[in-house]
């Protein structure tokens, strides 16, 4: 199996995950987006690890279900894989 980093994932937030978007938009000055715990969040690889990352290490709490979708090249609009390459 291969993956892109550009690929899209979800992830289903739990409280910790939904503390994690509120500081990451405040950190940017933006409004945070309207989440609650047990949301789907969906977003490129890149972004969910950007975002998650610094909330994601050995014996933390995790800030979303470990398991969660990523979503193939193939469903991807003509424009999204237009704009991301081939994905492969």
């Not at 979708?69 to 237009?82: G, L, P, T, Y």
Request: charged residues 25%; hydrophobic residues 35%; aromatic residues 12%.
């Amino acid at each position: 199996m291969q993956i892109n980093l550009n690929q899209k994932c979800t992830v289903t937030l739990n409280e910790r995950g939904v503390e994690a978007l509120r500081v990451f938009y405040q950190n940017l000055s933006l409004p945070p987006p309207d989440y609650k715990a047990g949301d789907e969040y969906t977003a490129e690889l890149w972004d969910v690890m950007h975002i998650f990352g610094p909330y994601t290490f050995m014996g933390a709490p995790t800030p979303f279900d470990t398991s969660f979708k990523i979503h193939n090249v193939e469903d991807w609009s003509d424009d999204e894989r237009a704009s991301r390459g081939r994905g492969e």
